[in-house]
């Protein structure tokens, strides 16, 4: 027990408290795996527009920058690439977690996102909100699901259980989503 402790706690994953029982910590996240909800931090240094990010507890790093029209370099996704992506990342792995709960087997996901951008509020300062105008989430997922209601509360209970797909919807963004159910 010994050793597992402090493997655990040279890899940040344990702490000893001083009655000398271990509190276990997601590597991911700066909260206990035993608590209902868990903070994620990330930091980022850079100059310009390019920026170098990481996230607490993780080896990762992502590089971002920016379109020339922002007065980037083009040398790394930009930040709305990843603002995109990350929207259907994230509707892949709640779909994921859905289909576990249903009891559902899943396949090979083919998600495509696009957004549109009115650029003027961001490049040139005009008045106007600088959200994303609209978002269309496509995604074709091979499912074992034969009965269509099945299916409509699979995508239902993706799209609300998505903390991306929420934030999007609750921002006031027109997002649209089709989802095609493909033969497993």
Do not use: C, M
């Given at each position: 027990m010994v050793f597992y402790t402090q493997t655990l706690r040279r890899q940040g994953l344990a702490t000893l408290r001083?009655?000398?029982?271990?509190?276990?910590?997601?590597?991911?996240?700066?909260?206990?795996?035993?608590?209902?909800k868990f903070s994620v931090r990330v930091s980022g240094t850079g100059r310009g527009v390019a920026q170098t990010i990481k996230a607490d507890?993780?080896?990762?790093?992502i590089q971002t920058d920016a379109y020339k029209f922002f007065e980037g370099h083009e040398s790394?996704?930009?930040?709305?690439v990843y603002n995109l992506g990350s929207l259907g990342s994230c509707a892949q792995v709640a779909g994921s977690l859905v289909a576990k709960s249903l009891g559902v087997k899943l396949g090979e996901w083919n998600v495509t996102v696009k957004g549109n951008l009115d650029t003027r509020v961001l490049a040139e300062?005009?008045?106007g909100n600088g959200n994303w105008e609209s978002i269309e989430v496509d995604v074709r997922v091979q499912t074992d699901i034969e009965?269509?209601?099945?299916?409509?509360k699979f995508v239902s209970e993706t799209e609300r259980r998505c903390p991306i797909m929420q934030l999007f919807k609750q921002s006031g963004t027109g997002l649209k989503s089709n989802w095609v159910n493909e033969k497993l």
């Open positions: 001083s009655s000398s029982r271990i509190s276990f910590y997601r590597p991911f996240s700066q909260s206990s795996r035993y608590l209902n507890g993780h080896l990762h790093v790394a996704p930009t930040p709305l300062g005009k008045e009965d269509e209601n099945v299916f409509s």
